[in-house]
């Protein structure tokens, strides 16, 4: 477990101790919904629900004799309630379950609890990128694909971006968490040999959880990989987020860059280095969590009606992947939070290149007055390959240039470089990602 990157919530609920009282839980409600139905004397549930308890420790070392841990747990509670004077009611617990009855359904119990945190975590996310994407919905800025200038953009569409990225994460997140929440408590291959599955029902509502519908001796393992599926998505759009402010916080950029307090050091040998330590932290966790999923796909398939081979896995990659995510929300939540924005330097570089990022507008109105578009075409590139190679001015370039000059006025060139027709577009985008606002 990466307890490094655990918050305490989020830390007990991966706890031996809390896994150990997640599956007291369920044999507690599989008593007492027995109990009701007459099948285990009313007595006995109440003995175990006042006696039933454990210690750690002492599941550790019966485990360590018999190899076998909801054995060793078991019998760990069966000696509690022998302390107790409550021997004879001890033959009750675990009455007609296997193993995985408890440990799959217990594990949902965990499942539910993470997800509880994570769901939040998301939201808040979200809604510190609304805050400011509408703080920098004007502030314009060059627009790059392949790493190159393109056209004029502004950060706040950048940000609006992410924001509704986040917001698909919500949806698709709530959709993973309800489908992991359910147990099971069929029996060793799933017949309900030994519980009928009314029981069964009975006891899963008892634990705020769904009965599966089916199940082998274990909970079909696609939910588990559509769980872990949607935390590598949300990793992923986490690593894309870090990452843009990776790149504009390169030196020939320096259009953003996560916040460095006055006490901060960034390198041990050179004092002026500011590093995007954070963003590099979230993109590199973020691949395990990436990883992780592509390692529960692995545990769909098992042998006939359940093998162990999954089990090992899970006890990594549940805790991990759900400890690391809360702990990328809150990152990235903060990263956003706190990033330092320069609107001046991002104009700076739009402008740099003398206009090349209207290339493109350039090109239309020359189409649009009639000129064929490959030769509009040559006539725009020559003067934007002079303006890269000479490091010139692209528009005075093409304001002397004496083909474009016979089909374009001064007038419609300067139409051609006008910056707010580039962006004329953001308040309707806005208004398409985040609604009507007041």
């Known amino acids: 477990m990466i307890s490094r990157y655990t918050r305490p919530e989020m830390g007990q609920i991966w706890s031996e101790e ?67 004077n409550a021997a004879d009611d001890s033959r009750w617990l675990h009455f007609g379950l296997t193993s995985n009855d408890v440990v799959d359904t217990a594990q949902a119990l965990q499942l539910k609890a993470a997800s509880a945190l994570i769901q939040p975590a998301l939201e808040k996310l979200r809604d510190v990128l609304d805050k400011r994407a509408h703080e920098f919905s004007d502030a314009v800025m060059v627009g790059r694909t392949h790493g190159v200038h393109a056209e004029p953009t502004t950060f706040g569409l950048k940000l609006a971006n992410w924001y509704a990225e986040i917001n698909r994460h919500v949806t698709r997140f709530k959709d993973a968490a309800e ?21 069964e029902e009975r006891i899963c509502e008892k634990l705020d959880l769904e009965a599966a519908p089916i199940s082998s001796q274990v909970i079909q393992r696609d939910r588990h990989a559509h769980y872990l599926c949607t935390l590598g998505l949300i990793a992923a759009t986490l690593e894309k987020i870090a990452l843009e402010v990776r790149h504009l916080q390169r030196t020939e950029v320096r259009e953003a860059q996560e916040y460095f307090s006055k006490s901060q050091k960034g390198s041990s040998a050179m004092p002026h280095k500011k590093n995007p330590i954070t963003c590099e932290q979230i993109c590199g966790l973020a691949r395990v969590v990436r990883s992780n999923a592509s390692t529960a796909f ?53 402008e740099n290149g003398g206009g090349l990022v209207y290339s493109g507008q350039v ?58 027709r580039q962006v004329r577009h953001v308040d309707y985008i806005f208004k398409r990602v985040f609604g009507e606002r007041d």
């Open 18 to 84: 809390n896994k150990y009282r997640q599956w007291l839980e369920v044999e507690l409600a599989a008593s007492e919904a027995l109990a009701e139905s007459g099948e285990v004397p009313t007595g006995a549930a109440k003995a175990l629900r006042r006696y039933a308890d454990f210690d750690v420790t002492r599941i550790q070392e019966i485990e360590a004799e018999v190899k076998h841990d909801v054995i060793a747990f078991t019998t760990a509670v069966a000696e509690k309630m022998t302390e107790a």
């Open 179 to 199: 489908q992991i929440r359910v147990g099971k408590i069929s029996g060793a291959v799933g017949t309900f040999a030994h519980i009928s599955p009314q029981a």
């Open 298 to 350: 692995e545990n769909i398939a098992l042998w006939h009606e359940r093998d162990i081979s999954h089990s090992s896995v899970e006890r990594v990659i549940l805790p991990d992947s759900t400890i690391l995510i809360d702990y990328l929300l809150a990152k990235t939540t903060n990263l956003v939070e706190k990033l330092l924005v320069y609107p001046e330097r991002m104009r700076s570089n739009l």
């Open 363 to 420: 090109l239309l109105e020359l189409a649009a007055k009639g000129i064929l578009r490959e030769q509009a075409y040559r006539w725009v590139q020559r003067n934007a390959m002079r303006a890269w190679e000479e490091d010139g001015n692209f528009r005075e370039m093409i304001e002397n240039d004496s083909d474009i000059c016979k089909v374009l006025s001064k007038k419609e060139i300067s139409h051609a470089f006008e910056l707010k």
